[in-house]
């Protein structure tokens, strides 16, 4: 089992910066990969950043050129730094884990997920 604990999560104006954190602990060796998902009320959840153990990050449409996701490998730690929020960045930001495989030719398997149990960002106007 591996265990999420997010922290950063708050209110803050449009314009503003904001940097989560989500340490991981238990059972490390299985997985390889961590990152950030949100979710609005009424919206289906959505990637936000994933980087892997060896830093490759992936981004979703939305946070690119103003989020960036970092890890502290001897921490277990991976941060999400979002600048230039907006308000429909406000949701609940959840960190996930898991073990990814990738076969090549765009073939990837997911497992060994893990969730955590969310922070609330609100980006006020």
């Known amino acids: 089992q591996v265990q999420l604990v997010e922290s950063g999560g708050c209110l803050v104006q449009a314009g503003g910066s904001l940097r989560l954190s989500c340490a991981a602990s238990?059972?490390?060796?299985?997985?390889?990969?961590m990152g950030w998902y949100r979710q609005a009320p009424g919206m289906q959840r959505e990637l936000v950043a994933t980087?892997?153990?060896?830093?490759?990050?992936d981004y979703g449409d939305s946070v690119k050129g103003r989020f960036t996701i970092s890890r502290d490998n001897a921490k277990n730690t991976v941060y999400l730094q979002m600048n230039s929020l907006k308000p429909e960045d406000t949701a609940v930001y959840y960190c996930?884990?898991?073990?990814?495989?990738?076969?090549?030719?765009?073939?990837?398997?997911?497992?060994?997920?893990?969730w955590g149990q969310g922070t609330q960002v609100t980006v006020s106007s």
């Open positions: 238990g059972s490390i060796f299985s997985i390889n990969r």
């Open positions: 996930k884990a898991d073990r990814l495989t990738d076969y090549g030719r765009g073939f990837t398997s997911s497992k060994n997920v893990y």
């Open positions: 980087i892997t153990d060896g830093g490759a990050t």
